[in-house]
């Protein structure tokens, strides 16, 4: 079973969109997690409007921030791997099978898959024909600690993963740096060069590839990022050292 979890936020002018070129990629007992952060314009009904029994809508939420808001939806699913999703973006047609493919047979339990995609504007005239290019996307604890290339739309992971990176310690920068690096440490990463998505750059986009340059705020969220990895992931060693001397 597959859950894809999408946290949405005023994104009447393209939800429709991306909802339709993920469902018609999904099986009947796959998922879509909707969990809405305070829109206050026609999201909500726009996603009603499919009346699609695989969409699982979760109103109300006043989390103002798009990390807790993906947390939230994270708590709800139900499936064996998870895909995240961004409101905005399109899914091109080989993105589940794809991802169905690589978990069938995955290196390790804890695994995290991350896959390419093409930079798109608000026509979806194509910018950058790949993700992985335009940022220099690859593992690598120090690569990405200041400047993150795990970018949550492009990947997907197992239940195995998720149940050790829940709950998300407070103060994150980005729900993706936690979920890539803590899966390095605890786990396997891979980075595909495949297309499978269009990721869209708009002027309304809620996160971008870089961060405004503001040192001492970098230092300390990087700071709390990984001061928290350390934590996280030595928990789960010392938990499965101690099952395995029993």
């Keep these: 079973m597959i859950s894809v979890c999408l946290a949405s936020h005023n994104g009447e002018k393209y939800i429709r969109r991306q909802l339709e070129s993920i469902l018609a990629q999904l099986v009947p007992t796959d998922e879509v997690v909707v969990s809405d952060d305070s829109s206050t314009d026609a999201t909500l009904r726009i996603v009603q409007s499919l009346e699609d029994p695989r969409i699982r809508l979760f109103p109300g939420n006043t989390f103002f921030s798009p990390v807790y808001n993906f947390e939230h939806a994270l708590k709800q699913a139900r499936g064996d791997v998870i895909i995240l999703a961004d409101q905005d973006d399109v899914w091109l047609e080989n993105r589940v099978a794809l991802v169905r493919e690589k978990f069938r047979d995955p290196p390790h339990a804890r695994y995290l898959l991350v896959t390419d995609g093409a930079v798109v504007d608000e026509r979806e005239q194509i910018l950058h024909e790949s993700i992985f290019r335009l940022i220099g996307a690859g593992p690598g604890f120090w690569k990405n600690l200041w400047n993150n290339r795990y970018m949550g739309c492009c990947m997907a992971f197992s239940r195995e993963l998720l149940e050790v990176a829940l709950p998300f310690p407070r103060h994150l920068p980005m729900h993706d740096m936690w979920l890539g690096q803590l899966c390095e440490r605890i786990g396997v990463t891979e980075f595909v060069p495949v297309r499978t998505l269009l990721y869209r750059k708009h002027a309304d986009s809620q996160t971008e590839f870089q961060i405004r340059w503001q040192p001492w705020l970098q230092i300390r969220r990087r700071w ?23």
Excluded at 238 to 246: A, D, G, I, M, P
């Design 224 to 246: 709390i990022l990984a001061t928290n990895l350390m934590k996280r992931s030595r928990t789960v060693l010392v938990r499965e050292e101690c099952k395995l001397k029993r």
